[in-house]
């Protein structure tokens, strides 16, 4: 059984630009969710995708968009990234949606903008 | 809005007491409710489910619906305990789960 692996580990981009935070989700699992997790602080919600279509979404504002594949993969996209979008970002994978079976996380990508 | 709180930021405790971890939530409806862990240099990991009724490594937490809370308890630390503890709230059939700021339990040999 293979876990949720998401890549890159680390990240450092320049405020304005874009970036693509990918994740791969336990095997047998349908829905993806995305966290940010500021420095002490608990991961604050994102979006959720199931069956390729947005299933939820935080208060997050719309430069944040997703993407999940038929193989259950997903990708997180940041458009003209701010200071504040530095963070470590989790994708996290479940049976169902809800979460109500408990998530499996990643380790999360470390995004550093200057 | 649904908000899950947590105290305390840090907690001591010596290897041998028990362990009380502190969770409140707000949320009109009902809840499902978790407790995660972070070992050091792991990755977020589920600890146990109130649904499932279950003790893992020795942990246990009851829903208290009267008191909104759920507080993850241990009779006697390990030191193998030490970690990050997030208690996280799930709007069962929306798709948001809302986690508090954790609590770091740190076990004194």
């Known amino acids: 059984e293979t876990g949720v692996t998401q890549s890159p580990t680390h990240l450092i981009k320049t405020r304005g630009q874009q970036v693509t935070l990918r994740c791969s989700s336990q095997?047998?699992?349908?829905?993806v969710s995305w966290y940010q997790q500021a420095l002490g602080q608990g991961p604050q919600f994102i979006f959720q995708y199931y069956r390729e279509e947005e299933n939820g979404r935080g208060n997050f504002p719309p430069r944040f968009s997703g993407l999940q594949f038929p193989n259950y993969s997903s990708e997180l996209n940041v458009n003209a990234l701010e200071l504040d979008d530095s963070a470590l970002y989790l994708c996290?994978?479940?049976?169902?949606?809800?979460?109500?079976?408990?998530?499996?996380f990643g380790s999360g990508t470390r995004l550093t903008v200057v | 809005a649904q908000r899950v709180t947590q105290p305390e930021k840090l907690l001591s405790v010596f290897k041998g007491a028990p362990v009380e971890l502190k969770c409140n939530y707000s949320?009109?409806?009902?809840?499902?409710l978790f407790w995660y862990v972070q070992y050091s240099r792991q990755r977020l990991q589920l600890l146990l489910r109130?649904?499932s009724r279950e003790s893992i490594k020795g942990f246990t937490a009851d829903l208290n619906k009267g008191e909104t809370s759920f507080h993850l308890k241990k009779p006697f630390a390990q030191e193998e305990d030490s970690a990050m503890y997030y208690c996280a709230l799930s709007e069962g059939g929306y798709q948001k789960v809302t986690f508090g700021t954790g609590t770091k339990l740190q076990v004194i040999p």
């Open positions: 996290a994978s479940s049976f169902r949606t809800g979460g109500g079976f408990g998530y499996t």
């Open positions: 109130h649904i």
């Open positions: 095997s047998g699992h349908n829905t």
């Open positions: 949320y009109s409806g009902s809840p499902e």
